[in-house]
């Protein structure tokens, strides 16, 4: 009798594992399939940007580099020192770093401030406050791109640096209000008593108290809004041209305005260089950004 | 001259009423808890004794000066938080002389105070920890020293040990109560824990729906509960209440319930007003303390009663007994043996009884 129940278990047990392990082989394939589908833009990207035009001509898209040769990066970054005519990529680079550091200070900062606010100083309509503020979340770009220009035409800002560091900066606060507004609601309000108890004002609380525990809500919010500031295309085409263009513009500027020759290599460059900063800001602290968007209350 | 007192104090959140008409007074040195079910209003009470909340009528005094209008850290107040609050970013050292700084107090004094309480508190090895490297226990030790450290008029705990695990709850509660004998501060106490209450207060002020229910020294709410909220929230189990009618007959007053033969007579009783008894429909209690298996003194009332039901907790065991179909708890040592569904010979303490009207539940 005991045999017989052993025996039966032991044959579950036996298939069980088969079919774990071929569920575990599948999920393996099916990851890999996607890892080379994701990376394979990349790898044309990089390795189109070394090439020559020659090898360009003669081989395929996949075909490696005779070495590593990076001219066209050169080129994209720096131009080829002639006249009229030549887009290059640096000016415009230190005016998305003029536009994004800033932006990104400022409507973080007013997002903290907010957020801090609506759930530790409550008051008569805060909900309504906050319900406006997120409805800034939905309104599509595009939607403000008139009465936008026309403020910034008012203000004397429009084709400016600081114009687009003011866009930036508005359209961004809905979002970070929100990010704060979330956090701060998972801090004791007891902590703002507590100190209120202990003669700490309204600042004084938020830089002592709340700014200090607030690390990871404020590095999602960074690499949120770096993210979108740096790589918007749409503000940046419509309030800015010329000189005063952010780094995608330029880079637009470039691929579309090559008068004989397309040439892949250096647009391959210049689009890599345009993605580098994103890149930089997420692997030193994309670590944070999980753990932000994911974490509780901070325990005191 | 009172040390804290609340007049005619009202407060309400939108349309909810959460205080109503709030008096209260306490002497120097007194421990007063504020005890009752969540949702009664305590903690708000606290938040405004605090001013952290805002009044809507009435005023609050502390030392007779009417402070409804001053700002918390200029009340002379210190107040201890269920969560503890101590600021996360802060070690222990700065958490208890922020308030301190902030008063502008001179360095040297700061130090001194830091020093004396933190040796008081058996703190002084954790000074430069963080408050996350810290054990429950020695946050809510953190969080007292931050309190004592501005040597206030007042001290405010909102529910300081709900927080704590049962073992560490008792060792707390019986600090504070050494702490308050030591420095013979004036403490006012919320918690929702009638154990706390009783064991910590000097006084007890019971709240229901944003209103006092009753405000006594321990042994009076225990002994003579004003109406049935405080004879039902204070005891475990809760008094027995049993509905019925008063007689009087030749100036004897007795308690029989409804279609009943068992006439529970009440002689020794202490009536507030002893008029209009006959036929008054009321709440008999006793509590399942003062019901005996022998007899304990002369006026013990005998009643044959069957048990249907024995919860053993240990040191005692709690029996259900049915007194003409009402259920009436016992509590007996968990020595005593008592058959299920036969009757038992019951001995109720009648110095030790309470009688409610039934209509108003006021005490009579």
Redesign the interface.
């Known amino acids: 009798m005991q045999d017989k129940i052993h025996s039966s278990y032991k044959q579950l047990e036996q298939k069980s594992k088969y079919t774990n392990m071929f569920l575990r082989w599948f999920l393996y394939f099916v990851l890999v399939i996607f890892a080379l589908y994701f990376i394979f833009p990349l790898y044309v990207m990089v390795v189109t940007s070394l090439k020559t035009m020659e090898e360009i001509r003669q081989g395929t898209l996949l075909t490696w580099p005779s070495g590593l040769n990076f001219d066209s990066w050169l080129v994209a970054w720096g131009g080829r020192g002639y006249g009229a005519g030549d887009t290059f990529l640096k000016p415009y680079f230190w005016n998305s770093i003029k536009m994004v550091v800033p932006a990104v200070f400022f409507s973080t900062f007013i997002g903290a401030m907010a957020g801090y606010v609506l759930t530790k100083w409550r008051f008569k309509g805060d909900k309504w406050v906050f319900l406006f503020l997120l409805f800034g979340c939905f309104i599509p770009y595009q939607a403000i791109l008139l009465p936008m220009a026309r403020t910034l035409g008012v203000l004397g800002i429009s084709n400016s640096v600081i114009g687009l560091v003011l866009v930036h900066t508005v359209y961004g606060i809905p979002f970070t209000t929100l990010f704060f507004r979330n956090f701060y609601v998972s801090i ?1 309000s ?2 703002v ?8 004002g309204f600042f ?1 609380i938020f830089f ?2 709340l700014l ?2 607030s690390t990871p809500i404020i590095v999602v919010t960074i690499i949120w809004q770096f993210t979108q500031i740096w790589n918007d295309f749409l503000f940046g085409s419509t309030f800015s041209f010329g000189e005063a263009a952010p780094i995608q513009v330029a880079l637009n500027n470039m691929v579309l305005s090559s008068t004989s020759v397309k040439e892949y290599n250096v647009d391959m460059a210049s689009a890599i260089i345009a993605g580098i900063p994103t890149l930089i800001v997420y692997v030193l602290a994309g670590k944070y950004f999980i753990r932000g968007l994911t974490s509780g209350a ?3 | 001259m009172k040390t804290l007192k609340i007049v005619e104090l009202s407060k309400n959140f939108g349309s909810t009423e959460v205080l109503r008409k709030i008096n209260l007074e306490i002497d120097e040195g007194n421990f007063l808890v504020l005890l009752g079910p969540s949702g009664c209003g305590k903690s708000t009470l606290l938040n405004i004794i605090a001013g952290l909340e805002t009044i809507n009528e009435g005023n609050v005094h502390i030392d007779d000066y009417n402070v409804s209008k001053v700002e918390p850290k200029d009340r002379n107040i210190a107040m201890v938080f269920q969560s503890y609050a101590l600021y996360p970013s802060m070690n222990v050292r700065e958490n208890m002389i922020f308030g301190l700084k902030q008063a502008k107090v001179s360095k040297e004094k700061i130090e001194e105070q830091l020093e004396k309480v933190s040796k008081f508190l058996q703190v002084n090895a954790l000074l430069e920890r963080k408050p996350s490297q810290l054990s429950g226990g020695q946050r809510q030790r953190v969080a007292i020293g931050r309190a004592l450290v501005r040597e206030p008029r007042i001290f405010l705990f909102d529910e300081p040990l709900s927080n704590l695990d049962a073992k560490l709850r008792v060792e707390m509660r019986r600090e504070i109560k050494k702490l308050h004998q030591q420095l013979k501060t004036t403490v006012v106490y919320v918690t929702h824990d009638q154990t706390e209450a009783m064991s910590l207060g000097t006084n007890i002020a019971i709240m229901n729906h944003g209103v006092i229910q009753q405000n006594d020294t321990p042994e009076n709410i225990y002994n003579k509960p004003s109406n049935t909220f405080v004879a039902d929230f204070i005891g475990s189990p809760s008094m027995n209440l049993l509905k019925g009618n008063l007689k009087e007959s030749s100036n004897k007053v007795s308690f029989i319930t409804h279609g009943s033969n068992i006439e529970i007579p009440i002689n020794g009783y202490d009536f507030k007003e002893k008029f209009n008894l006959d036929n008054k429909e009321v709440f008999f209690g006793i509590r399942p303390e003062h019901i005996f298996f022998k007899k304990s003194n002369e006026n013990d009332f005998e009643v044959n009663l069957r048990a249907d039901l024995s919860e053993y907790i240990g040191h005692e065991q709690i029996m259900t007994f049915n007194f003409e179909n009402q259920e009436v708890l016992a509590k007996f040592p968990s020595t005593v043996k008592i058959d299920l569904s036969k009757n038992t010979k019951l001995f109720f303490d009648l110095t030790q009884i309470s009688l409610f009207d039934a209509k108003t539940e006021e005490r009579i």
């Open positions: 004791p007891e902590l008593k507590a100190a209120r108890i202990d003669g700490a004084k002592k108290i200090p525990v901070v325990k005191g």
